[in-house]
T-cell receptor, first 115, second 115 residues
């Protein structure tokens, strides 16, 4: 079955420093990978996706993600963190076995950016 | 991207009662999904709702407990029936397409507390 793992429950970083939120995947066939962010009392917002092509994907709010096939990883990154980036981040993968209709989510990583 | 609204945004209900959550989209969409996010947890897909057909439920979810309607291409409802405190969660609807490389868009969620 398709799955993603987010090994860190929480990531702490100081404002202005680079941040990385980790995600590894396990899929059959080509992976279709996504990152979403959830701010308090809000729904999920789409950040970026990897379908094919360049391994470095750029998304919303200055975020980017690096697809690494050999390490089966899709880590989310930002060169300089903002306090407003503090939120819950989810990695997700399309489930090939349901005709790609289903999104399978990781357990989420809480990002705390301190001033 | 689609604009999705949900009603109610939150509710507090007594056990044994039922609550119907509405999801409205500003454009016609083929596929709508209902997710549950239990406190501190990731998102779990409840069912897929396509217009003109019965909803498809994921393992662990049944129609008697979570009946879904999809009367047209812009609207769906999820009912949480005979509620218990274990049903306290955030319920989110999302919309997507049949193309695996397209992201899903999420509504703001309905925060349900069952006493």
């Amino acid at each position: 079955a398709q799955s993603v793992a987010q090994p860190e429950d929480q990531v702490n970083v100081a404002e202005g420093n680079p941040l990385t939120v980790k995600c590894t995947y396990s899929v059959s066939g080509n992976p279709y990978l996504f990152w979403y962010v959830q701010y308090p009392n809000r729904g999920l917002q789409f950040l970026l996706k990897y379908i094919t092509g360049d391994n470095l994907v750029k998304g919303s709010y200055g975020f980017e993600a690096e697809f690494n096939k050999s390490q089966t990883s899709f880590h989310l990154k930002k060169p300089s963190a903002l306090v407003s980036d503090s939120a819950l981040y989810f990695c997700a993968v399309r489930d090939i076995w349901t005709g790609f209709q289903k999104l399978v989510f990781g357990t989420g990583t809480r990002l705390l950016v301190s001033p | 991207s689609a604009v999705i609204s949900q009603k109610p945004s939150r509710d507090i209900c007594q056990r044994g009662t039922s609550l119907t959550i509405q999801c409205q989209v500003d454009s016609q969409v083929t596929m709508m999904f209902w997710y549950r996010q239990q406190p501190g947890q990731s998102l779990t897909l409840i069912a897929t709702a396509n217009q003109g057909s019965e909803a498809t439920y994921e393992s662990g979810f049944v129609i008697d407990k979570f009946p879904i309607s999809r009367p047209n291409l812009t609207f769906s409802t999820l009912t949480v029936s005979n509620m218990s405190p274990e049903d306290s969660s955030i319920y989110l609807c999302s919309v997507g397409s049949t193309e695996p490389y397209n992201e899903q868009f999420f509504g703001p969620g309905t925060r349900l507390t069952v006493l």
